[in-house]
């Protein structure tokens, strides 16, 4: 149902564009988000938009991080800048209505020298 991709290695300070394509019109979700679990961590959010488009960020994401819908493309982006060691992770999108919940296979973000 989610397909995410995007990931990969960049060194601190760089940037990485995280995309989330659905297989079905992205309107249908009443919220969508993007959460990262690094090794030996809980799964946290990082940032999700609703279907008006209202978006939330978790303090580490704040100005650094953009989520934003491409309702014609059914996709999920995550505009992620300025990155730090401590944003390594799996980045997993997920979409949500009142009966469904979806989660992607994930992408692996690494930021490494």
């Known amino acids: 149902q989610l397909q995410a991709s995007g990931g990969g290695l960049v060194q601190p300070g760089g940037s990485l564009r995280l995309s989330c394509a659905a297989s079905r019109s992205i309107l249908s979700f009443s919220g969508m988000g993007w959460y990262r679990q690094a090794p030996g961590s809980q799964r946290e959010l990082v940032a999700l938009?609703?279907?008006?488009?209202?978006?939330t960020y978790a303090d580490s994401a704040k100005g650094r991080f953009t989520v934003s819908r491409d309702n014609a493309k059914n996709t999920l982006i995550l505009q992620a800048s300025t990155l730090k060691p401590e944003d390594t992770a799996v980045y997993y999108c997920?979409?949500?209505?009142?009966?469904?919940?979806?989660w992607g296979q994930g992408t692996q973000v690494t930021v490494s020298s």
């Open positions: 997920r979409a949500w209505s009142f009966n469904t919940d979806y």
């Open positions: 938009i609703t279907g008006g488009g209202a978006t």
